[in-house]
Nanobody, 122 residues
Framework: QVQLVESGGGLVQPGGSLRLSCAAS????????MGWYRQAPGKQRELVAR???????NYADSVRGRFTISRDNAKNTVYLQMKSLKPEDTAVYYC????????????????WGQGTQVTVSS
C-alpha cells in the first residue's frame, strides 16, 4: 500500500505565497518522478510541475518563474513553493508519484494524493 498525503493549501490573497507538501509512505521501492497537478472547476486536470529523482524539473508555462518544485528523496517528499499567486491559480492541487513498490514483480505505476484546495482571492 502507498499513500500520498498533501498539506499546505488554503486561502491567499492575489500576490501572496503558499507552500504545498506531499509525503509518500508505504511499501515504496523507488520513486522516479513526483509532481503536482491541478484541477479547476469545469476544467481538466493539468500538469503544474514535476521533478525526477535526479532533480530535473519541468513546469507549465502558466507557472514558470512563479512556482518552484523541489523534493527530498530521503523523506519521499515533494514541495511546491508558489509565489505571486493569481486568481487563476485557484484549483484543487494533486500530488502524483511515479513509483515502484516493494511487492515482488511490481511495475512502475502512478499514485495520487487526495488533493488540497488552493484559493486565491481578495
Amino acid at each position: 500500500q502507498v499513500q500520498l498525503v498533501e498539506s499546505g493549501g488554503g486561502l491567499v490573497q492575489p500576490g501572496g505565497s503558499l507552500r504545498l507538501s506531499c509525503a509518500a509512505s508505504g511499501s515504496i521501492f523507488s520513486i522516479y518522478v513526483m509532481g503536482w497537478y491541478r484541477q479547476a472547476p469545469g476544467k481538466q486536470r493539468e500538469l503544474v510541475a514535476r521533478i525526477t529523482s535526479g532533480g530535473r524539473t519541468n513546469y507549465a508555462d502558466s507557472v514558470r518563474g512563479r512556482f518552484t518544485i523541489s523534493r527530498d528523496n530521503a523523506k519521499n517528499t515533494v514541495y511546491l513553493q508558489m509565489k505571486s499567486l493569481k486568481p487563476e491559480d485557484t484549483a484543487v492541487y494533486y500530488c502524483n508519484a511515479d513509483l515502484k513498490t516493494t511487492i515482488l514483480g511490481s511495475e512502475r505505476n502512478d499514485y495520487w494524493g487526495q488533493g488540497t484546495q488552493v484559493t486565491v482571492s481578495s
